[in-house]
C-alpha cells in the first residue's frame, strides 16, 4: 500500500471565502514557481506550503519560499 503525504485541501465547497482566496493564490503562485522550475505539478495539494498558506499557517511570502523549495526538490526526485 503507498504511503501518502497526509497533506490535503478539503473540499472547495468546505472552504471560507478566505481560504477560497487563499486556495486560487497558492495556485496561481505554485503554478509560476513550477514553471520557473520546470516540474510540472498535478496538483497544488501535492505542495505541502500551499496547503499551509490555504489553511491560514503561513503569509505569501513564505509560501514563494517554501513552494520553491518543495517545488525543486520534487523536480529531482
Known amino acids: 500500500m503507498e ?3 497526509g497533506v490535503y485541501i478539503r473540499g472547495l465547497e ?3 471565502p ?3 482566496y487563499r486556495f486560487a493564490r497558492a495556485k496561481q503562485i505554485c503554478e509560476q514557481v513550477s514553471q520557473e522550475v520546470g516540474f510540472e505539478m498535478d496538483f497544488i ?3 505541502a ?3 499551509d498558506f490555504v489553511h491560514g499557517n503561513i503569509e ?7 513552494a520553491r523549495v518543495e517545488i525543486e526538490q ?4
Not at 60 to 66: A, M, Q, V
Request: charged share 45%; with cysteine.
Open 3 to 5: 504511503e501518502k503525504t
Open 14 to 16: 468546505h472552504l471560507s
Open 18 to 20: 478566505d481560504e477560497r
Open 45 to 47: 495539494e501535492q505542495v
Open 49 to 51: 506550503a500551499c496547503v
Open 60 to 66: 505569501e511570502p513564505e509560501l514563494w519560499e517554501k
Open 74 to 77: 520534487r523536480a529531482r526526485m
